[in-house]
């Protein structure tokens, strides 16, 4: 069974830093593209990094761009988000999810993790 | 502000059918496959319809995908309560060079 499983959420200060963690199994790890969706409490999805298969190329959506860097391990099948100088607006439940059919980011997301929460806060 | 946009809400009675838009751009419905899922209250996101109209494995009929030009839409038919839920509809934006998500509807079964 493909399945994906966040980790390293929790409540972090402003201008802290975060290392989120995505379990990977089930799958050729390294044939996927892998994302990180994010959803503020009450509000919509959105999409935060993707990285591609080999994880040689990396995208980023402009909110996030400069703080988090997205990254893979293949000898660990884990799929990582790095979150620095994090703001009271990065607080959300962070979503891990492989790209269903592409080594390359499109947006088929399937399947997602169960999510992991992390709170800004002083 | 989404870059998709889809209306805050939508509402029909069991057996009804019913069309969430999904509105977006050269950059990215336009040249791109549209993907829709569904939230159910406290659950994460699944898959719906991929690339435009193709329903995985395990979706009931019920659901189908559209796409004409930069708008797309997805429709239910014979609603069921069951689907009362979030949806959102995503593609990939060759512009920004990432994913991008509507804000959501909110379907609500009378």
């Known amino acids: 069974e493909v399945q994906v499983m966040e980790s390293g959420g929790g409540l972090v200060q402003p201008g802290g830093s975060l290392r989120l963690s995505c379990a990977a199994s089930g799958f050729t790890f390294s044939s996927y593209a892998m994302s990180w969706v994010r959803q503020a409490p009450g509000k919509g999805l959105e999409w935060v990094s993707a990285i591609t298969g080999s994880g040689g190329s990396t995208y980023y959506a402009d909110s996030v761009k400069g703080r988090f860097t997205i990254s893979r391990d293949s000898s660990k099948n884990t799929l990582y988000l790095q979150m620095n100088s994090l703001r009271a607006e990065d607080t959300a439940v962070y979503y891990c999810a492989k790209e269903r059919d592409y080594s390359s980011p499109r947006g088929w997301l399937d399947p997602w993790g169960q999510g992991t929460l992390v709170t800004v806060s002083s | 502000q989404s870059v998709l946009t889809q209306p805050p809400s939508a509402s029909g009675t069991p057996g009804q059918r019913v069309t969430i838009s999904c509105s977006g751009s050269s950059s990215n419905i336009g040249t791109n496959y549209v993907y829709w899922y569904q939230q159910l209250p406290g659950t994460a996101p699944k898959v719906l319809i991929y690339?435009?109209?193709e329903r995985p494995s395990g979706v009931p009929d019920r659901f189908s995908g559209s796409k004409s030009g930069t708008s797309a839409s997805l429709a239910i038919s014979g609603l069921r309560s069951e689907d009362e839920a979030d949806y959102y509809c995503a593609a990939w934006d060759d512009s920004l060079s990432g994913v991008v998500f509507g804000g959501g509807t909110k379907l609500t079964v009378l």
């Open positions: 690339r435009n109209n």
